[in-house]
């Protein structure tokens, strides 16, 4: 069974750093690309972007490239999103997907983690 | 970017009633689009891929048509576990984009 399981929420200051993570099982991590989707409160859902496991390719949203950082571990199935700096407009859920077909990025996501949570406030 | 515009965006229906939510997009994407259902503190759902190819699992009240820039979600008989959020989202270039969403409410 195809399974995504995230970290728990997080709640930051302003200024602070910060690493959650999507840990994958189920299904060969390294050959589904799989994504980050930001979900503001009481809003709709924007595309991070994505990573490639197999090849740590990534493909960022022009609204984020710059803002985040996506990585991933194959030695653990876990794909990551970072800040290095936190903004108060960054108090979101963020959810970890993974893409359809195996390799391919024209598809859409059949799996889902349950949700990170993230507060930044002073 | 290729724009989504859902419509209406709020929908209040009774149990029993057809449904239908419509989705431009901003440039043709094919066929290259997707429906998603989200309930309140929960994970989006894969519904429809491919404007009309049903998700495994997903309930055959469910259907999807549509080609170039217009499509449209359309439930036969809504259900009381139907009353979420849909969202469409085109996958056809990257950077995908989603709809505004279009939440279904209990008449």
């Known amino acids: 069974e195809v399974q995504l399981v995230q970290s728990g929420a997080e709640v930051k200051e302003p200024g602070q750093s910060l690493k959650i993570s999507c840990q994958a099982s189920?299904?060969?991590?390294?050959?589904?690309?799989i994504g980050w989707v930001r979900q503001m409160p009481g809003k709709g859902l924007e595309w991070m972007g994505i990573?490639?496991?197999?090849?740590?390719?990534?493909k960022y949203s022009p609204s984020f490239e710059g803002q985040v950082t996506i990585s991933a571990d194959k030695s653990f199935s876990t794909a990551y999103l970072q800040w290095a700096s936190l903004k108060a407009s960054d108090t979101a859920m963020y959810y970890c997907?993974?893409?359809?077909?195996?390799?391919?990025?024209?598809?859409?996501?059949?799996?889902w983690g349950q949700g990170t949570l993230v507060t930044v406030s002073s | 970017d290729i724009q989504m515009t859902q419509s209406p965006s709020t929908l209040s229906a009774s149990a029993g009633d057809r449904v239908t939510i419509t989705c431009r997009a901003s440039?043709?994407?094919?066929?290259?689009l997707a429906w998603y259902q989200q309930k309140p503190g929960k994970a989006p759902k894969l519904l429809i891929y491919?404007?009309?190819s049903l998700q495994s699992g997903v309930p055959s009240r469910f259907s999807g048509s549509g080609s170039g820039t217009e499509f449209t979600l359309t439930i036969s008989s809504l259900q009381p576990d139907d009353f979420a959020t849909y969202y469409c989202?085109?996958?056809?270039?990257?950077?995908?984009?989603f709809g505004q969403g279009t939440k279904v409410e209990i008449k």
């Open positions: 997907a993974r893409l359809q077909e195996q390799g391919s990025t024209t598809c859409p996501s059949d799996y």
């Open positions: 189920g299904y060969s991590f390294s050959n589904y690309w």
């Open positions: 990573i490639y496991p197999g090849d740590s390719d990534i």
């Open positions: 440039q043709s994407i094919s066929t290259w």
């Open positions: 491919s404007a009309s």
């Open positions: 989202q085109q996958y056809r270039t990257y950077s995908w984009t």
